[in-house]
């Protein structure tokens, strides 16, 4: 069974910056768009990023010129970079990616457990 495991949440204050990774446990054969999304509480889950396998990325207005999405093909790997981090940006985050677990298999989006980020002084 696939599994995204993500890493690199935690507590920082307005204005520092953190690193989110999230990689597929487990042997796959292929994965596409990755992504990332959000959730605080009371609100719904909103898209923050997302990549392409070739590099395209998409972000979310709240985010953009602060948050860089990024991907290592070779190790299947997504990043968030955060910086100029605001306490409206606290919320869990969740890893998003469609993979193919082997080649006979359709491709299917998988989430991961979220990893909880809170802006605070």
């Known amino acids: 069974q696939v599994q995204l495991v993500e890493s690199g949440g935690g507590l920082v204050q307005p204005g520092g910056s953190l690193r989110l990774s999230c990689a597929p446990s487990g042997s796959i054969f292929s994965i596409g768009v990755m992504g990332w999304y959000r959730q605080a509480p009371g609100n719904q889950r909103e898209l923050v990023a997302t990549i392409k396998y070739a590099g395209n990325t998409n972000y979310a207005d709240s985010v953009k010129g602060r948050f860089t999405i990024s991907r290592d093909n070779a190790k299947n790997t997504v990043y968030l970079q955060m910086n100029s981090l605001k306490p409206e940006d606290t919320a869990v985050y969740y890893c998003?990616?469609?993979?193919?677990?082997?080649?006979?298999?359709?491709?299917?989006?998988?989430w991961g457990q979220g990893t909880q980020v809170t802006v605070s002084s």
């Open positions: 998003n990616a469609a993979i193919r677990p082997t080649v006979t298999t359709m491709g299917i989006f998988y």
